[in-house]
């Protein structure tokens, strides 16, 4: 909840709307605007993109042009169509290998073709909605892959570095390297070893000096730093040749038998795709560490940026370029950059169209001895030592290194294909193995269980079970993570029959903290967030009327499990309103059924709930608090903040009223108790960040609306004297834009509830430490809008000049909750 509440006030000036009071609101035109964070994170990122490209393209063994086409195409499609919109794509050396394969056996039209026919292939995948099924795939055998290309990349381009040609398979470059070595091209290496040393000691430049140095890329210093010295010097050797492009070659039909031309097709696309989509996904969290730019740019929608992939290699692939992905480096510098839309990528596409258009005697004199480098260099970091350990640590090693020696020696799809087959022997056999051991101490019967238990190992499960005598105590610690039916049945039946003869079962998880048995008559199992009301889950006092199973007379659910309230017993959405008072009921039943129900959430929470957040809790009570925002909300009970927030204890100062209302101060109608929670959160505490969170269905909004100037002056409505502003706003027309996500608000009680959020935040812009806090630049504003039908969140966001409610979390078309 990260977006910044836009400014503007309120204006009584405001031209009247002609279209009716329900219908949705004339959109203006927009105009084109280019942020300047975006100008110059395009230009950063195009300076790294133009070498790479020509380095990749040279690796391939493509037209060197043929880089700057992916470069460009990828930039300027992907940019407008995909659904990353901060990801950068073109050239990748991840299908260096793929293309050089298809080069060396097809010819160059017929991979232009094949790329085609791969950007085709992905628009239907991506028209299917299947792009998180690439998510499925072992990160093990998609970093072996990389790896494996890594190798293949690095051991190719050695042979340029030293002055010679690369082989058409990494076996015969290792076979050719010990002639190669003694061929020693000088000049070559000398230009190499300049190129390397720049680009890894660039970027560890001490100083401030060194750090205004360092907004220069590596990649273009070390190129540029070759290509000067080798003119200078007067070295001859091998130099980019850009023929002109009224030469540059462009698709043609297929040409090769049926069979390779689809395994071709199918590698190109699974390359493309999955080093797209996890590239997606790795920006989503870089953006993540930008709190400011996720409401703005919000999460990739895969399915789309599945389709501005294909698209992009359609086109890429008819104007004779290479195949397109994203691409990690060139990604993660745009974000670094200050990236804050698709204008950064789209405008490196432009400008690298600019460089081969205009910029191709300069491209001329780069050494391919520099290129090479900086591609071997690529190709060694992707063989990662962080990702080598992190298998290492999941025991994934195996699968790992077996797709890497794969991908070297069999090339991409057959190393992935044997990197499936390996984690899904891997997967059977860890499913499958299971140590089950019993010990006896103290008088006390240990039964470990070791691994998942599934019905493979129930037998071995009941011979150790079976070795605990009658009436003995049994401690049974389950070190797994899954448990199937079978083995429940087996555990719960012995269970039961051992608890009927008089002994004692205590389960216990891997860290030895006990857990809930798997039939609990004497506790109920609850599921989260269900209301009192419909929580009927209680124990029974004959131990015959437990229904089959365990289970006590609740409220089945779904799964045949029993739905009640929250599975430490608290209330949930609709229990309990924030405003202290009476309840108005008259009726003792209905009071003693009430007491009843608190004080069985109370028993509940501290059975349940009470030994998980004690030590959280005792450290809160030494340190003291320190929340991060003040949530200021209405008192209504169906919302529980801390659901809709994901927060816990400690995270939110949270103040509550009727209608979520902040009174404005130095006036008579000032009300202390809520200037005091903000004086005291934004001066005492230092939130960072203050939420105003209205929400449909509001009662407060509905009085407001109906209510009679006439009327006698009760608590209620001298209270909501403070909502006539709100009220007033929405008379004189000011609407945050479109209402919710584009969509018109509802009534006019919806219309009242969204209204008043930005009026509130107003405001609450008045108090004196709100003002100074703003000012200093230590504090944000939110507005935030929850539909409590939807069960979704909505922010506040300033886009284009226009205040609207965004829904939170969309994914595609979809509304996703928070």
């Known amino acids: 909840m990260s977006a910044c509440v836009p400014t503007r006030a309120a204006d009584s000036t405001r031209p009247e709307r002609n279209h009716p009071p329900h219908s949705r609101p004339p959109v203006p035109p927009r105009r084109f605007r280019i942020a300047g964070a975006d100008l110059s994170a395009s230009i950063a990122v195009f300076l790294i993109a133009l070498p790479l490209s020509l380095g990749i393209a040279l690796a391939t063994g493509a037209p060197l042009q043929s880089g700057l086409v992916a470069a460009a195409v990828g930039g300027i499609v992907v940019g407008r169509?995909?659904?990353?919109?901060?990801?950068?794509?073109?050239?990748?050396?991840?299908?260096?290998?793929?293309?050089?394969?298809?080069?060396?056996?097809?010819?160059?039209?017929?991979?232009?073709?094949?790329?085609?026919?791969?950007?085709?292939?992905?628009?239907?995948?991506?028209?299917?909605?299947?792009?998180?099924?690439?998510?499925?795939?072992?990160?093990?055998?998609?970093?072996?892959?990389?790896?494996?290309?890594?190798?293949?990349?690095?051991?190719?381009?050695?042979?340029?570095?030293?002055?010679?040609?690369?082989?058409?398979?990494?076996?015969?470059?290792?076979?050719?390297?010990?002639?190669?070595?003694?061929?020693?091209?000088?000049?070559?290496?000398?230009?190499?070893?300049?190129?390397?040393?720049?680009?890894?000691?660039?970027?560890?430049?001490?100083?401030?000096?060194?750090?205004?140095?360092?907004?220069?890329?590596?990649?273009?210093?070390?190129?540029?730093?070759?290509?000067?010295?080798?003119?200078?010097?007067?070295?001859?050797?091998?130099?980019?040749?850009?023929?002109?492009?009224?030469?540059?070659?462009?698709?043609?039909?297929?040409?090769?038998?049926?069979?390779?031309?689809?395994?071709?097709?199918?590698?190109?696309?699974?390359?493309?795709?999955?080093?797209?989509?996890?590239?997606?996904?790795?920006?989503?969290?870089?953006?993540?560490?930008?709190?400011?730019?996720?409401?703005?740019?919000?999460?990739?929608?895969?399915?789309?940026?599945?389709?501005?992939?294909?698209?992009?290699?359609?086109?890429?692939?008819?104007?004779?370029?290479?195949?397109?992905?994203?691409?990690?480096?060139?990604?993660?510098?745009?974000?670094?950059?200050?990236?804050?839309?698709?204008?950064?990528?789209?405008?490196?596409?432009?400008?690298?169209?600019?460089?081969?258009?205009?910029?191709?005697?300069?491209?001329?004199?780069i050494p391919l001895a520099s290129l090479a480098?900086?591609?071997?260099?690529?190709?060694?970091?992707?063989?990662?030592?962080?990702?080598?350990?992190?298998?290492?640590?999941?025991?994934?090693?195996?699968?790992?290194?077996?797709?890497?020696?794969?991908?070297?020696?069999?090339?991409?799809?057959?190393?992935?294909?044997?990197?499936?087959?390996?984690?899904?022997?891997?997967?059977?056999?860890?499913?499958?193995?299971?140590?089950?051991?019993?010990?006896?101490?103290?008088?006390?019967?240990?039964?470990?269980?070791?691994?998942?238990?599934?019905?493979?190992?129930v037998p071995r499960l009941s011979r150790a079970l079976h070795l605990v005598p009658r009436g003995a105590a049994a401690v049974v610690e389950l070190d797994g993570s899954f448990m199937d039916h079978a083995a429940y049945e087996s555990l719960h039946d012995w269970q039961q029959s051992h608890l009927a003869q008089g002994g004692t079962v205590e389960l216990t998880g891997r860290s030895g903290a006990r857990i809930a048995e798997p039939s609990g008559t004497a506790h109920c199992r609850c599921r989260p967030w269900t209301p009192w009301r419909n929580h009927h889950c209680e124990p029974s006092a004959n131990p015959q009327s437990a229904s089959p199973g365990g289970r006590t007379g609740g409220t089945a659910g779904p799964d045949g499990s029993d739905e009640a309230a929250g599975s430490d017993g608290s209330g949930g959405p609709g229990d309990v309103t924030a405003s202290s008072g009476p309840s108005g009921s008259d009726a003792d039943g209905r009071r003693g059924h009430s007491d009843h129900q608190l004080a069985r959430g109370i028993s509940a929470f501290q059975r349940n709930t009470a030994p998980l957040v004690r030590d959280e809790l005792a450290r809160l009570a030494r340190e003291g608090q320190s929340p991060s925002q003040l949530f200021l909300t209405c008192a209504d009970s169906r919302l529980v903040t801390s659901m809709i927030t994901s927060s816990g204890p400690g995270d939110l100062f949270v103040v509550r009223n009727v209608g979520n209302l902040v009174p404005s101060p130095g006036q008579e109608s000032g009300d202390d108790s809520v200037a005091a929670a903000i004086e005291y959160a934004v001066d005492v505490l230092h939130v960072r960040s203050i939420t105003v969170c209205g929400h449909s269905g509001c009662g407060a909004m509905q009085a407001l609306l109906n209510s009679d100037p006439g009327g006698a002056q009760t608590p209620l409505r001298r209270w909501l004297r403070h909502g006539l502003p709100s009220l007033e706003r929405m008379a004189a027309g000011a609407r945050p834009g479109a209402g919710l996500a584009g969509r018109a608000p509802a009534d006019a009680v919806e219309q009242l509830c969204l209204t008043n959020v930005v009026q509130q935040l107003e405001h609450l812009r008045a108090h004196d430490s709100v003002t100074r806090a703003l000012r200093e630049g230590a504090l944000e504003l939110h507005g935030m809008y929850f539909h409590v039908g939807e069960a979704q969140a909505y922010l506040l966001v300033d886009r284009d000049g226009d205040e609207l409610f965004d829904h939170v979390g969309a994914e595609e078309e979809l509304r996703r909750p928070v």
């Not at 072996?144 to 015969?172: C, D, F, R």
């Not at 432009?350 to 258009?357: D, E, K, M, R, S």
């Open 81 to 365: 169509l995909g659904g990353s919109p901060l990801q950068v794509s073109g050239p990748a050396a991840g299908l260096t290998v793929v293309t050089a394969e298809l080069i060396h056996r097809y010819g160059w039209r017929t991979t232009c073709a094949i790329t085609v026919l791969a950007g085709i292939a992905q628009l239907g995948l991506g028209c299917l909605r299947v792009a998180r099924t690439a998510l499925a795939v072992s990160p093990a055998i998609v970093h072996g892959m990389l790896a494996g290309i890594g190798v293949t990349i690095a051991v190719a381009q050695l042979h340029v570095v030293l002055g010679g040609v690369p082989q058409s398979s990494v076996l015969e470059n290792f076979r050719a390297l010990p002639a190669q070595l003694t061929r020693v091209h000088p000049g070559a290496v000398s230009m190499s070893l300049l190129t390397l040393t720049l680009l890894f000691a660039w970027p560890r430049l001490p100083g401030r000096v060194g750090q205004i140095l360092r907004t220069v890329p590596a990649a273009l210093v070390a190129v540029a730093g070759a290509t000067a010295t080798a003119s200078l010097t007067g070295l001859v050797l091998p130099k980019v040749d850009l023929p002109s492009w009224s030469s540059h070659a462009l698709a043609g039909l297929p040409e090769g038998p049926v069979l390779g031309i689809a395994a071709a097709v199918l590698t190109t696309t699974l390359v493309c795709s999955v080093q797209s989509l996890l590239g997606a996904v790795a920006v989503d969290k870089l953006v993540s560490a930008r709190p400011e730019l996720q409401t703005r740019v919000g999460r990739s929608r895969l399915d789309r940026e599945l389709l501005g992939q294909g698209a992009a290699n359609a086109v890429s692939g008819a104007l004779g370029g290479l195949p397109v992905a994203g691409v990690a480096v060139r990604s993660s510098a745009n974000v670094q950059a200050g990236a804050v839309s698709r204008n950064s990528t789209m405008l490196h596409g432009v400008l690298v169209v600019i460089a081969a258009l205009f910029m191709v005697p300069i491209l001329e004199l």
């Open 373 to 457: 480098a900086l591609v071997m260099a690529v190709g060694i970091q992707m063989v990662s030592l962080h990702h080598i350990r992190t298998v290492t640590r999941h025991r994934e090693v195996v699968v790992y290194a077996v797709t890497t020696l794969g991908v070297v020696l069999l090339g991409v799809l057959e190393g992935v294909a044997l990197g499936v087959a390996v984690a899904v022997v891997v997967a059977m056999h860890r499913l499958a193995r299971t140590r089950i051991t019993h010990e006896e101490r103290d008088e006390v019967h240990h039964i470990h269980v070791c691994g998942q238990l599934t019905f493979l190992a």
